[in-house]
């Protein structure tokens, strides 16, 4: 569809002409004109919504917003193309059949060999290996094998040595979904551990023998500990009310030596709407201060966040420094556990707040779980009740806990935004499907590619500059503020006004620090180059030997080392973001449209200065444009500088 | 008056001292004229801490038993608790404090007496003059003179001895202008835009009053900043109902039908109690020790802080857009052309020139378009967040100013030569300082005072090198651009080195920042090492073929 025009959100001036392309796999936008071709591409896997607003006399508004919380504003001259436009993306946004996913059209240009390797990146039996497991507390069983006991369950589970398979098999018949209690996490040094499942079938006065072997079998896996905690996710109310429908809680009278405690984390309905009332504050025009201050709140998504965050931390210090073993439940055990079970474990163990460990701690409580990825992203059409942010919670949480350890992190804040967009873009194929039984019968891994491998081979871009492994933020337990720190917790402008740039601080202390570190790490290099070349020299002078070749060898030095120099201005790091695999990099403008703007400025302001006659009125006129204007004018405005500052 | 007679009880022992984060110290606690004193005495690990009696916002107390119990809140916002055993020594040390916290008289200041330990290397109250300043700006362009019609304060008391003006208006011209601009405080330059040579003034409302009164010298004067045909902006930083009240007061603003060529522009900026009412109530909620989220953010929301900074800093890209981008000259006032006037105009000039951005031209710009300028420093910093006096004119208008350097720095991190500290270090100094440099309403009050004679300027200690260090950004590369910061609310945050320095730990972020600067410090060395090899190896080849050429 040609002559469409993308409006910028932040300003109606804005606005780009171009035409509009449907893929089979992404919705295209190139602008037309400028020399470089700025283009935006879509996945259709990440649009979220799509709205078809009032037609206009310019054309038909069509409004499309993504999972990755980008919004596109499109205007289509014709109501018909508009509509054609319309029907084929809801169709496209929404596909039935897990063949119809980018994934399995994706191809990174990569051997069968390759691709096996990639996928063998991040491996659980090694991960358990490393926290100590098989011992004489823990070993791994095959119960599952065939998912014949938990279909959403791994089949390889780490459970006490204790527990017999009679044991796991009567646990599981007492929980929902048969998801029994097994390992998440093992802490070496105290034997404490974090293991999960879903609710026991309590209702209002059932009791299981198995289930209570298999809680009193994870406390003797504890010699150092005479009682576990148990603690229930939910807000007691739900809970209760799970007891009507035979589900529930554990009775503390029921199981010996039980510490039960409930953490009041809301479920995914109203994380959801937390969410969609959150994106409505971020879509905003304009607002004030108060606007935005007051919708943050309401949303209660910063509240949600630190519930979670709160929860982890009970566990984290139980298993620290009581050295008391956790079982973690929610409903199934699949959303609010896995958040909590992650939290925690990043807050206990370091190796997690690395790159590859943190990759291993997505697969380990959240992939490999079951954790419902299919139905919280809506990855295919499903039922959009099923659809909540539940890993994105868990990765603000890591954000906001890297805003308060800046140290502690071997990976930065794109390297969260990226899986977040990775999640949704089903452009590899790690979070398909609702389980591993899926995914297995899919053949994931023989038909698509691993996203931890493609991170892998990208990581000097993931790295935190301040991270430094021998530091002691990167050493042992985590402990967050827990009182007084509602201050503590900030809205995350750098994900969810993510393609706002204007929004974002113009130049990136991480990127400058980045680029600081690559040139520091060259200089090292060339230092080692000249010493030995000094000591060749030196050598050689006493021999009285010399070689011509060593002035162009020289030379080529000093040519490597000025680019050096050259790459240590802040003009290049004054862009945080990297240009993104599924955006188009060509920014190159800018400046062009920089100056078209500022033409237009006086065009526009010219004759508003003539036609100032009606003295009165045309004060307030003014005033107007000032203040509705004035907000978002400078903001505009200063991308424009600052990419003048690149291109300068 | 002698201070001893204020010290009842000069030196308590047994007294503990409890602060956030802190495990309670025992100690001795002492009062001397200036300070309070409290050193505990363990051999071990000997801790003191000074305290300026000017420091002290309020100080409560309270009895458990013959335990007494102050609570001292400081300017700086920070929360410390004396327990002091005996009734008598406690209330003696509360009254002592009280009284030796509120002296009224400015010579009785600590600046007054304080000698410093330091070798002077620069006297600061020679630093930044305003010859030099106009040296300046006289390479650069031949359209303004220096005038000194206010030498002996006598047109406007609130102005420094010298002022730049347009050459083409002579100084009987300025005395009538004088007249017509409220406190006499006529348009003066504040900033000159080399890229397009467009100007920055500053004034006072003009007094039209209800029956628009008007001025041709002052018409003549704003209109000589004007090139040929061009317009200019008039930026007023009250509401269009506020100015036009403003009139039956006998200000008011300028009408378009004299000042055709000025274009006028309505920003409301508060004033006054209004912002000294939302800083207490920003640092209460920045206090409170409840857990609840909402509570938080609905009390930062109440606050109004964040709106403030919003609309001083709105204001502020406006007059830097109308300079540099519409090729406009501009001239700020609000009505007295004292406080959000100078906001503007200093913040605007950040986001303009480099040169502001450089600790010296920071400096330089605090002296300019604050002190200098009259900002009045002793009224509005008399009290901070935990007064209960509420008096009109304390308002915490240089701390916005700040807040808002700290929001454009954090948005440009690499832009700024100076650091947090620098602003914090600033935003203290203001408040309680052993340096004369923030003492007095004016330079009229300042020379009455003979400050540069009596007292020792803040600069003279911070632009010592041994200070320097602490303030300077290692993040720092000279950019030479307009910098545009943006105001959306998701950009602005709040300033947390001030606000909840006391309230939360801090170790994390000062190890990231200790991280930081070894980081380019190691790169700055292995630099350095590369260069001197380099060097090395050149001569030696010289030498080589030298050799090869005997």
């Keep these: 569809v040609e002559n469409v025009r993308l409006l910028d959100r932040l300003s109606s001036r804005k606005v780009a002409l171009g035409t509009l392309y449907l893929t089979a796999t992404h919705v295209i936008f190139v602008e037309n004109g400028s020399e470089t071709r700025k283009e935006t591409w879509v996945l259709h896997s990440q649009i979220s919504s799509i709205e078809k607003q009032a037609t206009t006399a310019t054309g038909c508004p069509l409004l499309i917003r993504c999972k990755n919380f980008q919004v596109i504003q499109l205007v289509i001259p014709q109501e018909r193309d508009c509509h054609d436009v319309y029907i084929s993306l809801i169709r496209l946004a929404r596909p039935v059949k897990y063949e119809e996913l980018y994934c399995f059209s994706f191809n990174p ?106 809680l009193q079998a994870i406390r003797k896996a504890n010699p150092g500990s005479d009682f576990i905690y148990v603690v229930d996710t939910r807000p ?331 790459a240590n201005t802040p003009q290049e790091y004054s862009n945080d973001l990297k240009s993104f ?28 200065l003539s036609a100032n006659s009606d003295q009165e009125s045309g004060v307030e006129d003014l005033s107007c444009r000032s203040s509705s204007g004035g907000g978002c004018l400078p903001s505009e405005d200063s991308g424009k500088d600052s990419d003048e500052a690149v291109f300068l | 008056m002698e201070f001893a007679e204020l010290i009842k009880t000069p030196r308590a022992d047994n007294v503990i001292l409890h602060r956030p984060f802190y495990l309670a110290v025992e100690g001795t606690l002492c009062l001397t004229g200036h300070h309070l004193i409290f050193s505990s005495r363990r051999q071990d690990n000997a801790e003191e801490l000074w305290l300026l009696h000017s420091n002290i916002d309020s100080i409560e107390k309270r009895f458990v038993g013959s335990l007494g119990t102050i609570i ?11 327990d002091i055993p005996g009734m008598e020594e406690c209330l003696n040390i509360a009254s002592s404090i009280e009284a030796l916290s509120t002296l009224d008289s400015v010579t009785l200041m600590y600046p007054f007496f304080y000698r410093p330990m330091f070798e002077i ?134 009408q378009e039908a004299h000042y055709p060529q000025w274009r006028r522009i309505h920003k409301c900026i508060e004033r006054f109690n209004i912002l000294q009412e939302s800083l207490i109530k920003l640092v209460e909620a920045c206090n409170d020790q409840s857990h609840n989220m909402d509570r938080w953010l609905s009390k930062l929301e109440a606050s109004n802080w964040l709106t403030h900074i919003k609309e001083i800093l709105t204001a502020a890209c406006l007059a830097a857009q109308c300079i540099d981008r519409e090729g406009a000259s501009v001239l700020v006032h609000g009505t007295e052309g004292t406080d959000s006037t100078l906001q503007v105009t200093s913040l605007a000039q950040i986001i303009l020139d480099p040169r502001c951005r450089t600790i010296r031209g920071f400096e330089s710009l605090v002296v ?17 967040a935990y007064s209960n006096s509420k008096q009109k004119w304390e308002a915490p208008v240089f ?13 440009f991190p690499c832009s700024f030569e100076f650091n947090e500290q620098f602003l914090i270090m600033l935003f203290e100094h203001a408040y309680a300082s052993q340096f004369g440099t923030f003492l007095g309403n004016n330079e009229n009050e300042r020379s009455k005072l003979k400050l540069p004679q009596k007292t020792m300027s803040l600069w003279s200690w911070v632009n010592r090198s041994e200070e320097l260090s602490k303030f300077q950004n290692p993040l720092f590369e000279a950019n030479s651009l307009v910098i545009w910061p943006s ?30 600067i070894s980081i380019i410090k190691y790169n700055k060395e292995l630099q350095a090492k590369v260069n001197a090899l380099r060097r090395q190896l050149a001569e030696m080849e010289t030498d080589d073929r030298m050799q090869e050429n005997l």
């Design chain 2, 399 to 411: 701390l916005l100013f700040l807040d808002c350097v700290w929001q454009i720095l954090r948005q």
């Design chain 2, 72 to 82: 001292i809140k400081c300017k700086d916002l920070r929360i410390i608790q004396l």
């Design chain 1, 581 to 608: 695999p599924s955006r188009s990099p060509s920014q190159g403008d800018e400046e062009d449209s920089a100056l078209i703007l500022t033409q237009d400025n006086l065009k526009s302001s010219d004759p508003d």
């Design chain 1, 236 to 566: 007691k109310l739900n809970a209760m009310a799970n007891r009507a429908a035979g589900k529930g809680y554990e009775n503390e009278d029921n199981y010996s030596n039980i510490k039960f405690q409930f953490i009041g984390i809301e479920n995914i309905h109203v994380m959801r709407n937390s969410l969609q009332k959150m994106l409505e504050v971020c879509e905003l025009k304009s607002p004030s201060m108060s606007d935005f201050l007051w919708g943050l709140e309401n949303s209660g998504w910063l509240k949600h966040i630190k519930a979670i965050m709160d929860a982890g931390i009970f566990i984290a210090k139980a298993v620290a420094e009581e050295g008391v073993s956790v079982l973690v439940h929610c409903s199934d055990g699949w959303d609010r556990t896995a958040q909590v079970c992650s939290v925690a474990s990043l807050l206990l163990d370091p190796y997690y707040r690395t790159m590859k460990g943190f990759m291993v701690l997505i697969e380990k409580d959240w992939v490999s779980f079951g954790h419902k990825f299919n139905h919280r992203y809506g990855n295919l059409d499903g039922d959009p009740k099923e659809i909540s942010p539940v890993i994105d919670q868990f990765i603000e949480c890591v954000w906001q806990l890297m805003e308060q350890f800046p140290c502690a992190f071997e990976f930065n804040e794109r390297f969260l935004i990226h899986i977040q967009h990775h999640i949704y873009s089903c452009q590899f194929g790690n979070f398909l499907c609702n389980s591993q039984k899926e995914r297995r019968e899919l053949k994931i891994q023989e038909r698509t590619y691993s996203l931890w491998d493609h991170l892998w081979k990208n990581r000097a871009d993931y790295l935190n500059p301040l991270y430094r492994s021998d530091h002691s933020q990167t050493q042992g337990t985590l402990h967050p503020q827990m009182a007084p720190c509602n201050f503590l917790y900030k809205f995350w402008s750098g994900m969810y006004n993510r393609f706002e740039k204007g929004l974002h601080p113009r130049q990136s202390v991480t990127d400058y620090l980045m680029a600081v570190k690559e040139e520091t790490q060259q200089l090292e290099e060339e230092l080692e180059v000249l010493g030995e070349r000094l000591a060749n020299l030196q050598k050689s002078q006493l021999n009285g030997n010399k070689f011509k070749s060593r002035q162009q060898d020289r030379s080529k030095q000093s040519g490597l080392s000025t680019s050096n120099s050259l």
């Design chain 2, 121 to 254: 290397v620069e006297d600061g109250w020679r630093s930044f003059l305003p010859d030099e300043e106009f040296e300046l700006l006289s390479s650069v362009t031949d359209e303004w003179r220096l005038s000194c019609i206010n030498k002996e304060f006598s047109v406007c008391p609130s102005y420094p001895p010298v002022v730049i003006v347009p050459k083409s208006i002579d100084d009987e011209a300025l005395r009538k202008v004088a007249m017509f601009r409220h406190g006499s405080r006529f348009p003066v330059l504040s900033y000159y835009h080399k890229k397009n040579g467009m100007v920055m003034m500053r004034s006072s409302q003009p007094l039209t009053g209800t029956n628009g009164r008007r001025c041709k010298e002052d018409e003549k004067l704003i209109n000589a900043t004007l090139r040929p045909g061009k317009r200019g902006y008039i930026i007023d930083t009250r509401s269009l109902n506020v100015a036009q009240q403003a009139r039956a007061k006998g200000g008011g603003f300028e």
């Design chain 2, 487 to 516: 105001v959306a609310p998701q950009s602005l945050q709040l300033w947390e080195g001030v606000f909840l320095r006391w309230n939360r730990p801090s170790k994390f972020l000062d190890e990231a920042h200790e991280e930081m």
């Design chain 1, 109 to 214: 240009k990569l051997d069968k060999e390759e691709r096996e390797q990639g996928w063998k990146l991040v491996d659980l039996n090694e991960e358990y290996n490393r926290m100590g497991i098989p011992n004489n507390y823990w070993q791994i069983s095959d119960v599952n094998r065939d998912y014949g006991v938990c279909d959403s369950y791994p089949t390889e589970v780490y459970v006490p040595k204790s527990a017999t398979a009679h044991i796991i098999v009567g646990s599981s018949k007492f929980r929902s979904r048969r998801r029994f209690p097994a390992l998440s996490y093992y802490c070496k040094d105290n034997n404490a551990s974090i293991c999960r499942s879903s609710q026991p079938l309590s209702g209002f006065s059932a009791r299981c023998l198995e289930d209570e072997q298999m």
């Design chain 2, 368 to 384: 300019r378009e604050w002190l200098q300028a009259g900002h009045p420093f002793q009224q509005r910093c008399a009290q901070s």
